[in-house]
């Protein structure tokens, strides 16, 4: 009766654990390369890892954990992980240089003019990608991972762009600050303000 009751305590136990990592597990978006268009879509927290690597096998629970919170608080943040290995564009386009790393994704896109004047309407300074996929967006994923604490980073076609903007070149990076913008092409950057046009 003994041995009895000690296996059906184990059991209850291994049960418990089991769902518990199911459940974690089930907040935790396993992403592929359909990330590279989806990302656009919301805002994300992204492990980077290695299939093989230690420290990432590690992060695992703790990674469940956090996109357990994250959901449990309402946050609009989702969380996900990729292996870096079977996905390296997309993990080279974020940096990625070791294993584990974690990439906050918050490069919203802008797709109208009215979503565009209503974030200059809500936001002092920010900045606008404007292009294709380039070497000057991968600096721009780079710096806004680095600098989303500070500011709001957007992407858009140039047709949203207000018409006083003026392009030289594409891909650029706007950056509007009250009623004047700068562009930044890679190489320069010009000054213009809104009230000459």
Known sequence: ?????????????????????????????????????????????????????????????????????????????????????????IASEFGVRGYPTIKLALIRPLP????????????RVFFVYIGGESPLKEKYIDAASELIVYTYFFSASE?????????KEMPAVLVFKDETYFVYDGKFQIFNSRKTF
């Open 112 to 123: 109208s003019q009215q979503m565009f004047e209503h974030m200059q309407k809500r936001h």
């Open 159 to 167: 047709e949203v762009v207000p018409e006083y903007v003026t392009l």
């Open 1 to 89: 009766m003994a041995a009895w009751k000690s296996w059906a305590a184990l059991r209850l136990c291994a049960t418990v654990v089991l769902l518990d990592m199911v459940v974690c597990k089930g907040f935790v978006e396993d992403l592929d390369e359909s990330f590279k268009e989806n990302r656009n879509d919301d805002i994300w927290l992204v492990d980077f890892y290695a299939p093989w690597c230690g420290h990432c096998k590690k992060l695992e629970p703790i990674w469940n954990e956090v996109g357990l919170e994250m959901k449990s608080i309402g946050s609009p943040v989702k969380v996900g992980k990729m292996d870096a290995t079977s996905y390296s564009s």
